[in-house]
């Protein structure tokens, strides 16, 4: 007999409502779309906050990547278009077919998306809650073309031969009851200093892939782990470990003590969240920041926490998108967990740093000096000592300090930076 079936499809009001509630913050949800731009191969990204009065506050998103056709377009705003089981190409930043969708709507009620291709003409779409709601056939009416008085705000597309602008209208989860041009601003700064952290690894060097500017002033990478920098304490050899789901990196750095850095530079280098919280390891996906700090539960027996004694220790850890399942990569990019079978070696790489006399470093009475800092195979030789050691006989060896220079342009500011450039911004921001 054959199997009897109903067809359940969702409201769409009640569904995209619900969607709103993933609690992305807007600097989670513009990298989410910056995500977008660069896996379209865009070089650059520019980002606008407008004021407008508050009530007619607008935030878009502009890149130069290859841009979207009609269907292509049609697909894009639909949700659960792509499946998240499918292989992506390793440059592509995306994993689950609803970023640009949910993380709108943790922001907004209305995205627009007009998009254009070489020799194409521009496309856009739209989707409204507030329509959506008024409808009662449940219907997800995906409407075309701007909303009306909005037409303007699509000009940005007219002179460019291929891109993307992304459209947050009806800030409603942003421009709350008694929230004013200030707050704006603060929420601007906010966003650039988490991107400039996210997306550092992309805006850094002398040809950055990337050029992310807000309200036209670029945003300026921050290394949280002071490449380069003359006082810069160590940095082990890059450990590797090959998985069945894709090559993993690990790179362990002492920061310098506050003694050796200007104050200025010490206020930068400590990051958002500060020196303590911004301890430990920071994941990337493809280059780009997923984790900034914490111990991702590692520990001997007891999982690590975060402490005064090793703020000065950060790890980079380098992961592929083709091992999105085995890290539980969530929607928002903003979690990760180490997969069992890479536990031992990390928590090895990361309690075997240092023990001599240098400050801000985890200690481990337990680990043996002979840390692991080597190429291995998960679970099959990880942590047999192959390479170099980071340690020898308590003191660190030469080729740890590998990737010193010893000119070095000043540490980008971080806390601050954004918010000693206000003044250019609240002329942009349109806060009049
Ligand atoms: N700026 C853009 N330029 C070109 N194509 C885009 C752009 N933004 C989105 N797209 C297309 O729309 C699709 C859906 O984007 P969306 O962010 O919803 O999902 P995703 O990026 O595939 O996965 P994730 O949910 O993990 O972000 C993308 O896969 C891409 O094909
Ligand atoms: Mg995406």
């Not at 009662?136 to 597309?157: H, T």
Request: overall charge positive; proline content about 6%.
């Amino acid at each position: 007999m054959d199997t009897r079936v109903r067809n359940v499809p969702p409201k769409a009001s009640a569904m995209l409502e619900a969607l709103r509630g993933l609690g992305y913050s807007t600097a989670d949800t513009l990298a989410d779309i910056v995500d977008n731009s660069i896996s379209a191969g865009a070089t650059e990204v520019h980002i606008n906050f407008s004021w407008e009065g508050g009530e007619r506050a607008f935030i878009s998103i502009l890149d130069n990547g290859h841009g979207m056709n009609d269907p292509e377009l049609e697909a894009a705003m639909c949700l659960g278009e792509k499946n998240p089981l499918d292989e992506r190409s390793d440059s592509d930043l995306g994993r689950f077919g609803i970023g640009l969708k949910t993380a709108s709507f943790s922001q907004c009620r209305s995205l627009t998306v007009a998009s254009r291709k070489p020799s194409c003409a521009v496309s856009c779409l739209r989707w409204d809650l507030d329509e959506i709601a008024a409808r009662k056939d449940g219907v997800w009416a995906l409407i075309e073309g701007p909303a009306p008085d909005s037409g303007s705000r699509l000009s940005v597309l007219d002179g460019v031969s291929s891109g993307t602008l992304v459209l947050w209208e009806k800030l409603d989860r942003i421009v709350t009851s008694g929230y004013v041009a200030d707050d704006f601003l603060k929420m601007i700064d906010v966003v650039e200093t988490r991107l400039a952290m996210i997306f550092h690894r992309l805006l850094e060097g002398l040809q950055p892939k990337l050029r992310l500017l807000i309200n036209d002033i670029p945003v300026e990478p921050w290394d949280p782990f002071l490449t380069g920098h003359p006082a810069k304490s160590w940095n082990s050899p890059i450990a590797r470990q090959r998985t069945s789901a894709g090559k993993v990196e690990v790179e362990c750095h002492v920061l310098p003590h506050k003694d050796m850095l200007s104050p200025a530079d010490h206020e930068a280098a400590a990051g958002p969240d500060g020196w303590n919280s911004q301890q430990g390891f920071y994941v990337y996906r493809n280059g780009r920041l997923l984790l900034a700090g914490g111990w991702l539960g590692l520990g001997y027996g007891r999982a690590w926490n975060r402490e005064e004694a090793q703020k000065l220790a950060r790890i980079r850890l380098d992961i592929p998108n083709s091992a999105d399942a085995d890290w539980k990569i969530d929607i928002r990019k903003a979690t990760a967990r180490v997969p069992v079978y890479l536990k031992p070696w990390l928590t090895k790489l990361a309690g075997g740093y240092p023990q001599q006399g240098q400050k801000g470093i985890r200690l481990s009475r337990r680990s043996s000096p002979r840390s692991g800092w080597s190429e291995g195979r998960a679970g099959v030789d990880s942590g047999a000592v192959q390479g170099r050691n980071a340690l020898q006989g308590g003191s660190l060896s030469p080729g740890c300090r590998s990737g010193v220079r010893v000119s070095r342009p000043p540490v980008a500011a971080c806390k601050g930076h954004a918010a000693r450039r206000r003044g250019n911004r609240s002329g942009a921001a349109n806060l009049a």
